[in-house]
């Protein structure tokens, strides 16, 4: 069974701090990986992808992928309360085209 | 253009039930997708359209749960004989292909009662 693995967390930081997010998966023919952001209530609002090792950086979000070892991570800087959420690491499982996602990790940022 | 809309935002039924789920994708996206998601817990697959055909149906729990898209756009997620353990929210998704990025809806709310 193909996994995608996360803290559930909470992680909390405090206002202005780096937050970093990590996920771990199984399937070592995973090509394609994405970072999901879930406000209480709401529905998963896509924050990044990440096709090729090394990082990928959008605004305050860096996305970190090591293929070797089969992690990726979501860097974000200057972390704001606003960003309070669950982030959801998926993986596209290349056999099905299905989306694999993580339990997701719920992050605080108090002020 | 606008992106996907699911109806309704919330659904009360009880035991036993009939109930129907709709998902309108963004439009020209080929590829939709259905996924329930309990509390706590990420998004778990159901079924996969690519056009109007379900390209992997392989995450449905049992035979109660089936779902249509006959014109290739709108989907209807539909479940029968509903239980309590059905209780989640129901999410869509679509692509523009079966690889590209997946927009989700604001999903469904639907409790067993």
């Known amino acids: 069974q193909k996994e995608v693995e996360q803290n559930s967390g909470p992680l909390s930081v405090p206002e202005g701090a780096i937050a970093s997010l990590n996920c771990t998966y199984s399937?070592?023919?995973?090509?394609?990986f994405f970072w999901y952001r879930q406000y209480s209530g709401k529905s998963p609002e896509l924050i990044m992808f990440?096709?090729?090792?090394g990082d990928k950086e959008d605004g305050r979000f860096t996305a970190q992928l090591n293929k070797a070892s089969q992690y990726v991570s979501l860097l974000i800087r200057d972390s704001q309360p606003s960003d309070s959420a669950t982030y959801l690491c998926?993986?596209?499982?290349?056999?099905?085209?299905?989306?694999?996602f993580g339990t997701g990790t719920r992050l605080q940022v108090f002020p | 253009g606008a992106g996907v809309s699911q109806t309704p935002s919330n659904k009360v039924t009880e035991k036993g039930k009939y109930v129907e789920l709709r998902c309108d994708p963004i439009?020209?996206?080929?590829?939709l997708y259905w996924y329930r998601q309990s509390l706590g817990q990420g998004p778990e697959f159901l079924i996969y359209?690519?056009?109007?055909?379900?390209?992997?149906d392989s995450g449905l729990p049992n035979d109660r749960f089936f779902a249509v898209r006959p014109e290739g756009s709108v989907s209807t997620l539909k479940i029968q004989r509903t239980e309590r353990g059905d209780s989640a929210v129901y999410l869509c998704?679509?692509?523009?292909?079966?690889?590209?990025?997946?927009?989700f809806g604001p999903g469904t709310r639907l409790t067993v009662l």
């Open positions: 439009s020209g996206h080929t590829a």
């Open positions: 359209f690519q056009g109007t055909g379900a390209a992997d």
């Open positions: 998704a679509s692509s523009a292909n079966p690889t590209d990025t997946q927009y």
């Open positions: 998926a993986v596209n499982d290349i056999d099905t085209d299905k989306l694999i």
């Open positions: 399937d070592r023919g995973s090509q394609s």
């Open positions: 990440i096709y090729s090792n």
